[in-house]
RNA sequence: GGCCCCGUGGUGUAACGGUUAGCACGGCAGGUUUUCAACCUGUAAGCAGGAGUUCAACUCUCCUCGGGGCUACCA
């Protein structure tokens, strides 16, 4: 089995690419078969080396590999030539100079359900000759036969009039050519298909399998695309997420696995993907989802793992003491630094949580006692600074939070922050000394 | 306009010609708790509508409605 991605190279990679990608690479995976890669670059106006750059960081991002072949679908173009010239000389191409105004007109003329048929000239654009009769069937995995009657479609042109060649004749070509077996693409292909269907009639061979993955929508139910917030794979990466996470949720988007489990290894994946099971309805991406799984990933991830990725992702180092400390607290990458931050840039500036917490009254008197009991603490460690900071709280009979509190606007400077005890362990004692002096010294005291 | 596809809670989905229509995210209400999360418990919420086939339909057929795609000398 060979199967193919063929992305435009139009930019980024967006998440319903993503998802084609990633089954085409599961159907690979899991028959044996091979995944091949090729940019659909006929429009060379579109395909800029950046662009394709940004296809192949985001496929590896995810961790998909691929069959090395011809990349670019412009490097065939003499092969293209020739198939063009065997269609010409058996008549099952002619040159036509027609214009979409042509083709309206011709249809105000012989109704709206009419297919465009041109005349054969000398000059112009290659058009395919689309017979009357008859129809063109396409076999899809997923969605069964869907006829398309030849009198509806309009001869379509295949190559431009300097020779260029179009998509629809492109990828007949180089499928045939490339002998895939299996044609996994978006649905919005599959009006496209008996055109291609065509070309390799016209060419004699005999088509690969299709299926049509039905598209991906935004909340709104319209297309996905930039306003919906992250669109592409590339977003995704920078919101934080984990590429295993986002193909675990990609994957789960439409593939017809079993419902009691969501969390699989790519292996599973593989596995127990089903072409024939993909869902024919369109499927809204729920970025909180991802998010949650995300977070179930993040947790589990040893933490010496985690440390890793939050030092890649964030670009510092030595973070790994608090990559222990805030992982139960995030769901994404991106969450880190905003919680655990403080430690290594000082505590955040947020006169409203200091206001409201050491404004309070007896704040500025716990948070002296909390420093007393620290600075008299010999080993500094999560266990001793829990069992001093509690015999503050019971000593001022008060609730714990009116101590812990005022000690995590000290040392964060604000109130949301990893667990106390851990945040001040991790500190050390020289810097959480020295952050609530510098605390106490402008805290008012009531 | 033409051609084509799709339709289970807000979202992703499961099941089956006969079930109390299940699971997960999200929501809501509790619990736990030093904050925020996480975690635990409970709860609301669905077969788009209408005909037909059948002893029986979410499941099969048709129609309507709704959503989407294609309709380029784009991919």
Same mark, same amino acid.
């Given at each position: 089995?060979?199967?193919?991605?063929?992305?435009?190279?139009?930019?980024?990679?967006?998440?319903?690419?993503?998802?084609?990608?990633?089954?085409?690479?599961?159907?690979?995976?899991?028959?044996?078969?091979?995944?091949?890669?090729?940019?659909?670059?006929?429009?060379?106006?579109?395909?800029?080396?950046?662009?394709?750059?940004?296809?192949?960081?985001?496929?590896?991002?995810?961790?998909?590999?691929?069959?090395?072949?011809?990349?670019?679908?412009?490097?065939?173009?003499?092969?293209?030539?020739?198939?063009?010239?065997?269609?010409?000389?058996?008549?099952?191409?002619?040159?036509?100079?027609?214009?979409?105004?042509?083709?309206? $007109?011709?249809? +105000? %003329?012989?109704? *709206?359900?009419?297919?465009?048929?041109?005349?054969?000239?000398?000059?112009? #654009? !290659?058009?395919?000759?689309?017979?009357?009769?008859?129809?063109?069937?396409?076999?899809?995995?997923?969605?069964?036969?869907?006829?398309?009657?030849?009198?509806?479609?309009?001869?379509?042109?295949?190559?431009?009039?300097?020779?260029?060649?179009?998509?629809?004749?492109?990828?007949?070509?180089?499928?045939?050519?490339?002998?895939?077996?299996?044609?996994?693409?978006?649905?919005?292909?599959?009006?496209?298909?008996?055109?291609?269907?065509?070309?390799?009639?016209?060419?004699?061979?005999?088509?690969?399998?299709?299926?049509?993955?039905?598209?991906?929508?935004?909340?709104?139910?319209?297309?996905?695309?930039?306003?919906?917030?992250? $669109?592409?794979? +590339? %977003?995704?990466? *920078?919101?934080?997420?984990?590429?295993?996470?986002?193909?675990?949720?990609? #994957? !789960?988007?439409?593939?017809?696995?079993?419902?009691?489990?969501?969390?699989?290894?790519?292996?599973?994946?593989?596995?127990?993907?089903?072409?024939?099971?993909?869902?024919?309805?369109?499927?809204?991406?729920?970025?909180?989802?991802?998010?949650?799984?995300?977070?179930?990933?993040?947790r589990?991830l040893p933490v010496e793992e985690l440390t890793r990725?939050l030092e890649?992702?964030?670009?510092r180092i030595g973070l790994g003491g608090a990559a222990g400390i805030a992982r139960e607290k995030m769901?994404?990458?991106?969450?880190f630094w905003?919680l655990a931050g403080f430690i290594f840039d000082g505590p955040t500036?947020?006169?409203?949580a200091?206001?409201?917490v050491l404004?309070? %009254?007896g704040a500025a008197q716990a948070l002296g006692d909390a420093r007393a009991a620290l600075a008299r603490l010999e080993l500094w460690d999560e266990a001793s600074v829990e069992r001093v900071l509690r015999d503050v709280v019971e000593t001022r009979g008060v609730k714990p939070k009116e101590v812990f509190q005022p000690v995590r606007v000290a040392i964060a400077g604000r109130t949301i922050s990893p667990g106390i005890f851990e945040s001040v362990a991790l500190l050390g004692r020289e810097e959480t000394l020295a952050r609530i002096d510098s605390t106490l010294a402008r805290t008012?005291?009531?």
């Open positions: 089995m060979r199967v193919r991605f063929a992305p435009s190279p139009t930019g980024a990679l967006h998440i319903g690419g993503a998802r084609t990608a990633l089954y085409n690479w599961l159907l690979a995976r899991g028959q044996r078969g091979t995944l091949v890669l090729r940019i659909e670059d006929t429009d060379r106006e579109r395909s800029t080396p950046e662009n394709v750059e940004q296809i192949l960081e985001a496929l590896t991002w995810l961790e998909l590999e691929w069959d090395e072949g011809p990349l670019f679908q412009s490097e065939r173009a003499e092969r293209h030539t020739e198939a063009l010239e065997t269609l010409v000389e058996s008549g099952k191409a002619y040159r036509s100079s027609a214009t979409g105004e042509d083709v309206r $007109a011709y249809k +105000q %003329e012989h109704g *709206d359900d009419r297919g465009f048929r041109g005349k054969p000239e000398a000059e112009g #654009a !290659l058009r395919l000759r689309v017979p009357d009769e008859g129809s063109s069937i396409v076999h899809d995995v997923i969605r069964g036969e869907t006829e398309f009657k030849h009198v509806h479609l309009d001869d379509p042109v295949i190559a431009r009039a300097d020779g260029s060649v179009l998509y629809n004749f492109a990828v007949a070509v180089d499928d045939l050519d490339a002998g895939i077996t299996h044609v996994v693409r978006g649905a919005d292909h599959l009006s496209n298909t008996p055109k291609q269907l065509l070309v390799f009639e016209a060419l004699g061979a005999q088509p690969p399998e299709y299926a049509h993955l039905p598209l991906l929508h935004g909340p709104d139910g319209k297309k996905l695309s930039k306003r919906h917030g992250a $669109a592409s794979v +590339q %977003e995704l990466r *920078d919101a934080g997420y984990l590429p295993e996470a986002v193909r675990n949720y990609l #994957a !789960l988007l439409g593939a017809g696995f079993d419902p009691e489990r969501e969390r699989f290894t790519s292996d599973e994946l593989a596995e127990r993907f089903r072409l024939e099971r993909v869902s024919k309805a369109p499927a809204v991406f729920d970025e909180r989802k991802l998010r949650h799984l995300n977070g179930e990933y993040l589990e990725r890649a992702f964030t670009g769901q994404t990458l991106a969450e905003p500036d947020d006169p409203e200091f206001e409201r404004g309070a %009254e008012p005291v009531h």
